[in-house]
């Protein structure tokens, strides 16, 4: 059992990195030595791992056939697993990887209502064990099922849970990649471009990882934006921020200068309007005490002309009233 165990890890190593043929002939190696044991009269316990050995056996071959194309041959072990796991309710893990794959199966043929129901069945248990390579890929395909079918606003929301994934356990597959250019296009596409920014550096520090955990993979990944581009495209969105954050310091400063003027202007005028009602207030005392000295002066002076002093003053008053109140200005008013 611990040998078969290494080489289903060895297998495993392989696979990871790419050479899934090599990988696929010890996951074969695996299965074959397994699966006998499911039925032998051993204890049960054995019989349990043997049979878990088995089912994660055909579920790596699933992956290597598929990476290489060979759909049928991945679709029929599909088959083999699910029907093998009818029968038992011991191994919720493993149905639940069988299910993964048949909904990135039905993906490919376009099936994409029974992509997100397979996949949505998989989940809780990739979920449980914190199984987050396979819990990124659900989501990957959940989110381009939605995409596929139209409905952005239900997809983008899958494809930021992987992107969570990926920034707190710093991992990331090479079949992970396009979730990014999905990304990148989308908020291309609705002109946010702080966020196209953020996750076209995403992409370049996944490729990071790509180049360093997939060497022999990363040559022959296709890649829609190669490293050169995602760099061009990077300078481009950061220094249109850069213009645009310019713009605003600028349009900042033009609006402080345009309050300080007001606020000047506003002081001045209340300046000009204190001196003003100073200077009216001054002219008006003087007016009155020029016509005291008036009244006083013609109270002194001697009555030649014989009228009264009490009528000399009445007339005095309303004269002194009839320059305040510019009577004078009345139109067809006489000397008389």
């Not at 199966?105 to 998989?122: D, P």
């Not at 249109?240 to 003027?261: E, Q, R």
Request: aromatic share 14%; proline share 2%.
């Amino acid at each position: 059992f611990l040998r078969y165990r290494i080489i289903y890890h060895l297998g495993v190593v392989k696979s990871y990195v790419g050479y899934y043929d090599d990988a696929l002939k010890l996951f074969k190696e695996c299965s074959t030595h397994f699966e006998p044991l499911t039925r032998a009269n051993i204890h049960p316990n054995l019989i349990f791992n043997n049979k878990k050995g088995y089912l994660n056996s055909l579920h790596q071959q699933i992956i290597c056939y598929r990476q290489l194309g060979k759909y049928s041959k991945s679709d029929s072990l599909i088959q083999l697993g699910l029907s093998y796991l009818q029968s038992s309710r011991e191994y919720d893990l493993e149905k639940s990887y069988f299910l993964k794959c048949l909904g990135i199966s039905y993906f490919r043929k376009q099936e994409y209502q029974k992509t997100i129901q397979n996949l949505n069945l998989a989940l809780p248990e990739l979920k449980k064990i914190n199984d987050f390579t396979w819990t990124s890929v659900s989501y990957y395909y959940l989110g381009k099922s939605y995409e596929k079918m139209g409905k952005e606003d239900l997809a983008v929301p899958y494809f930021i849970k992987v992107d969570s994934i990926f920034q707190k356990e710093k991992f990331i597959i090479p079949e992970l990649r396009g979730n990014y250019e999905c990304l990148i296009n989308y908020y291309h596409q609705i002109k946010n471009p702080e966020k196209e920014l953020y996750y076209t550096k995403q992409l370049l520090n996944a490729d990071n990882i790509i180049n360093r955990d997939y060497q022999y993979l990363s040559n022959k990944i296709h890649k829609e934006y190669d490293t050169k581009s995602l760099l061009d495209r990077q300078n481009q969105l950061e220094n249109k921020n850069s213009i645009g954050l310019l713009f605003l310091i600028i349009a900042f400063f033009i609006i402080l200068m345009l309050i300080i003027l007001v606020i000047h202007r506003k002081r001045k005028e209340k300046a000009i309007l204190n001196k003003y009602l100073e200077l009216e207030t001054r002219i008006i005392s003087q007016e009155k005490s020029q016509g005291k000295e008036v009244l006083s002066s013609y109270s002194i002076k001697e009555n030649k002309i014989d009228i009264p002093e009490v009528t000399i003053n009445d007339i005095m008053k309303k004269l002194n009233n009839f320059e305040q109140k510019t009577g004078f200005l009345k139109k067809g008013l006489t000397q008389q």
